[in-house]
């Protein structure tokens, strides 16, 4: 079973920037995406961030755009959320998300991001 691990999150005051990182316990044989979601507050639903795609192309929430930038390591079955200018809406739990060469998605347990005004 693959796991998924979300390190990075934390508290930072707003206009400040956090890098999320996400590593694979294992190397997916072929992937068709990886991405980051959020879910701003308990009850509400899960929404993209960011997704790459296998062949790095990349696609971004409008609220993110210019903000937000994802990378990834395939050496190091790492992926990567840089958020940059942090608003406090921006405040909610995010996950990494793979999605494998079957459409099978694989979800991390989650990381807090708190942005404070």
């Known amino acids: 079973q693959v796991q998924l691990v979300e390190s990075g999150g934390g508290l930072v005051q707003a206009g400040g920037s956090l890098r999320l990182s996400c590593a694979a316990s294992?190397?997916?044989?072929?992937?068709?995406?990886m991405g980051w979601y959020r879910r701003r507050a308990p009850g509400k639903q899960r929404e993209l961030v960011a997704?790459?795609?296998?062949?790095?192309?990349?696609n971004y929430a409008d609220s993110v755009k210019g903000r937000f930038t994802i990378s990834r390591d395939n050496a190091k079955n790492t992926v990567y959320l840089q958020m940059n200018s942090l608003k406090p809406e921006d405040t909610a739990v995010y996950y990494c998300n793979v999605v494998n060469g079957y459409g099978l998605n694989y979800w991390g347990q989650g990381t807090q991001v708190t942005v404070s005004s």
């Open positions: 294992r190397i997916f044989s072929t992937i068709n995406a």
């Open positions: 997704t790459m795609a296998s062949g790095g192309t990349t």
